[in-house]
């Protein structure tokens, strides 16, 4: 069974950083992507930054020039490095792969559990 486990969110005060981890374990052949999403309290999920298998890297206006999404490809690992966080960066983080799963006879969009990151003011 593959499932994607996050790591790393946390309280921060505005301006700080924090770095988030999702590792996808289980019998992966592939992964064609990764990326970060986030729900604030009362908003719908948005994307926050992917990464595809080739480096081609995609972000949010909102985060562009704080954030860097980075993958090392030999772990199945996907890194956000977030700073000079604000507030409204507040929200839950969820880990997504689109992957393929051995046996499987296509590609699968697999979600993680969800980080919590915490940004005062």
């Known amino acids: 069974q593959v499932q994607l486990v996050e790591s790393g969110g946390g309280l921060v005060q505005a301006g700080g950083s924090l770095r988030l981890s999702c590792t996808a374990s289980g019998s992966i052949v592939s992964i064609r992507a990764m990326g970060w999403y986030r729900q604030a309290p009362g908003k719908q999920r948005e994307l926050v930054a992917t990464i595809a298998s080739g480096g081609r890297t995609n972000y949010a206006d909102s985060v562009k020039g704080r954030f860097t999404i980075s993958r090392d490809g030999a772990e199945n690992t996907v890194y956000l490095q977030m700073n000079s966080l604000k507030p409204e960066d507040t929200g839950v983080y969820y880990c997504?792969?689109?992957?393929?799963?051995?046996?499987?006879?296509?590609?699968?969009?697999?979600w993680g559990q969800g980080t919590l990151v915490t940004v005062s003011s």
């Open positions: 997504n792969a689109d992957l393929l799963p051995l046996g499987s006879p296509r590609f699968l969009e697999v």
